[in-house]
Nanobody, 118 residues
């Protein structure tokens, strides 16, 4: 059974940092791209960052230069380092994986809340 479990969310002050983690079990993680999405209250879910199975990274414009996505294939872990957080980054963050060659083969975590507030 495939499972993705996020952790690391919480309350942080503006300008602060958080590191989200995602543990992936039940599949060969090396064959999957890892993505982080977020859903701001009242808005559609949006893609934040992607790290491909081969390691290449891509970021949405609104986090570029502030967030860093990474993965540790040996530990079946994905990460999202978030720096210079602003209240606009407050959202539920989800990790997702999709097979490198079969896009329909994808899975989601349950999400972790990030709140940026003073």
């Amino acid at each position: 059974q495939v499972q993705l479990v996020e952790s690391g969310g919480g309350l942080v002050q503006p300008g602060g940092s958080l590191r989200l983690s995602c543990v992936v079990t039940g599949l060969d993680f090396t064959l999957y791209n890892l993505r982080w999405y977020r859903q701001i209250l009242g808005k559609q879910r949006e893609l934040v960052a992607t790290i491909a199975s081969g390691g290449s990274e891509d970021y949405s414009y609104f986090v570029k230069g502030r967030f860093t996505i990474s993965r540790d294939n040996a530990k079946n872990m994905g990460y999202l380092q978030m720096n210079s957080l602003t209240p606009a980054d407050s959202a539920v963050y989800y990790c997702s994986v999709d097979h490198t060659f079969i896009a329909s083969d994808n899975y989601w975590g349950q999400g972790t809340q990030v709140t940026v507030s003073s």
